[in-house]
């Protein structure tokens, strides 16, 4: 029984992609007839909003983004700010109004809640490749200088894993 895969999704899961790297990784997937190829990126380095621009750019089918940039950690590419930059480009087509109003009337309380959004340990995670609770661990200790983490997180990257270990980062300390 043959299957039929219709799209592939590319995900910047670490947030630690920058805009010169988005090419060659779409480049040969955009070469597969009959696939649709997506985008989604998380903010870690606030790099979001370019690679998507890029991906994009590139030919991208398919891109997606949250309200208020809502998403675990450092979040996703806010809606707002594609939509303002696509009302900007085609003004017949787009209107960030909606979406707006839904922020305030929403998304701003919740903010305020979960928290999502630019933090130190989700940058730290996106500059070293490496999965968010090692990055998030380390701070929240608050035994370690900035740049002991630094070298934890470089060591790490050095490592390679896949996802998070807590047995790994015990080691560490």
Sequence with gaps: ??????????????????????????????????????????????????????????GAHIVDCSFYGIGRGAGNLPTEILISYLED?????????PILSAIDEFFIALHKEKKWGYQLSYMLSGMFEVHPDFAKKLVEFRDYSIEEIWKALAYIKKLNPVGYSEGLLNEII
Aim: overall charge positive; charged content about 15%; proline content about 4%.
């Design 89 to 97: 480009k085609n003004h017949n087509k787009y209107n960030v109004i």
């Design 1 to 58: 029984k043959a299957s039929y895969i219709d799209c592939i999704y590319v995900v910047d899961s670490y947030g630690s992609l920058f805009p010169y790297q988005i090419k060659p990784i779409f480049e040969p997937l955009l070469n597969i007839s009959n696939i649709k190829v997506g985008f989604h990126s998380h903010n870690s380095l606030q790099m979001a909003f370019a690679n998507t621009l890029e991906a994009i750019r590139c």
